[in-house]
């Protein structure tokens, strides 16, 4: 249980993306290859497992998300759904306020006086990018456009995102900042915390819409099914991707937050400030997959027991040690195939000791080469022991010196 807690909490701060990850450091050393410039103004490439920088190009620079906006959006709407302040099932009266958008604006074409599942307003979003949709779920959970930009600001606070900053919760405005670096931080946070949202929501290539049961109240429904289709061109072409956004307004370009996943290993590539159009888009995205796929990959390599160390002066005569994270990282694909660890590690601290304290580490290779280091810390509190114990304790230590024990 300790550990799972150890590790939760390395997975919560590692989700803001360092300007390059101690791992990543060193294999670039190993003569990594960089893919070819694309068609962007800024880019980045991380994994999924620990949001390692495998590659980035002006990931700093800060472009209008446009529809990527929806991926917060999103959060802050399934975030209340596990809070139980809305339900998925639950039916939204859609207003003229809601539908009230620019021409040319991307639609699931809500009317005024349907009666719309929560569900399917969260399916507009992620599969045809309705901003209908978006202003509707702002409108329901938060009042007003206006009160739930606030609350996807205070999520990028939360996260750390210090340029990304939203004024409303579609991607129309060009007041929305992020740079590729904190939208590849908050897809994976995204992801990391409703990693069900891709099968429900983002995999999903069309959806039917609108039904003959939201109509409004005497309403004919359409006299045909009308299909309405994703943008996310990779989603129909690239084997393994299942999300998650493009974006275009003209202040952006032609923006793409894509992740995909094969065998064990998922990547996550952002392009911003696109010039070539929804074809030369994808074509980008895909290139940066493959160049992830095919020279980095995630493992999931054996982690001995790391053992306990002797705590001297203790209520416990030993602390256990354990894994300050999960032992789960994206090495060079050509480093993958024959990892080893060995456990650099304290045999014996002085209590008390506090868990979480670092006692070590775990030192992964490949070869030659250091591929990652995992701190070893104290799986639980050791506090002091009592008076016989320290004395005792302070006798054996004594005895150990005189005789060279120590």
């Known amino acids: 249980m300790i550990r799972r807690l150890v590790a939760a909490a390395a997975l919560a701060a590692a989700l ?52 990527l906006t929806k991926i917060m959006t999103m959060m802050v709407a399934l975030d209340a759904v596990d809070a139980g ?60 456009q206006e009160a739930f930009a606030e609350l996807m600001n205070a999520e990028a606070a939360r996260l750390g995102l210090a340029e990304t ?11 929305n900042t992020t740079t590729a670096r904190e939208m590849a931080a908050l897809a994976r946070a995204y992801l990391s915390r409703h990693p069900s949202a891709l099968a429900d929501y983002h995999s999903r290539t069309t959806m039917h819409f609108p039904r003959e049961d939201v109509m409004p109240a005497g309403a004919e429904p359409p006299a045909i099914k009308i299909l309405l289709q994703t ?71 054996e982690a001995p027991d790391p053992g306990s160390a002797r705590a001297w002066g203790g209520a416990a005569e030993t602390v256990a040690l354990a894994y300050a994270e999960d032992p ?23 209590a008390p000791v506090a868990a979480g304290t670092r006692l070590g580490q775990a030192v992964f290779t490949s070869g030659d080469a250091v591929v990652r280091r995992i701190d070893l810390v104290a799986a639980g509190d050791v506090p002091l022991g009592n008076l016989f114990v320290r004395m005792r304790d302070a006798v054996i230590r004594f005895f150990r010196r005189l005789f060279g024990g120590e």
């Open 16 to 67: 803001f993306l360092p300007r390059v990850s101690a791992s990543a450091a060193e294999t670039q050393g190993l003569n990594a290859s960089r893919p070819a410039d694309v068609d962007a103004r800024s880019v980045i490439v991380v994994d999924m497992a620990n949001g390692e920088v495998l590659y980035e190009r002006d990931a700093d620079l800060v472009i209008p998300p446009a529809s």
């Open 85 to 144: 302040r809305v339900n998925l099932t639950d039916r939204v009266l859609i207003t003229r306020e809601d539908v009230t958008l620019p021409y040319r604006s991307s639609l699931m074409y809500l009317q005024e006086g349907m009666n719309v599942p929560f569900d399917d307003l969260l399916r507009g979003m992620a599969v045809i990018s309705g901003n209908d949709a978006a202003k509707t779920v702002a409108r329901v959970l938060a009042g007003s």
């Open 165 to 175: 900053r939203f004024v409303e919760p579609s991607g129309l405005s060009e007041y």
């Open 231 to 301: 943008t996310n061109k990779l989603l129909f072409k690239y084997d393994g991707c299942d999300g998650l956004k493009t974006g275009y307004i003209d202040e952006s370009g032609y923006n793409l937050v894509a992740t995909a996943e094969r065998d064990g290993s998922r990547f996550i590539i952002v392009t911003l400030g696109g010039t070539g159009g929804p074809d030369s888009r994808a074509r980008s995205g895909a290139y940066l997959l493959d160049w992830a796929f095919a020279n980095w990959k995630t493992v999931r390599p």
């Open 328 to 350: 789960v990282f994206t090495v060079q694909a050509r480093l993958a195939g024959n990892i080893g660890c060995r456990i650099e590690a304290a045999a014996e601290v002085e």
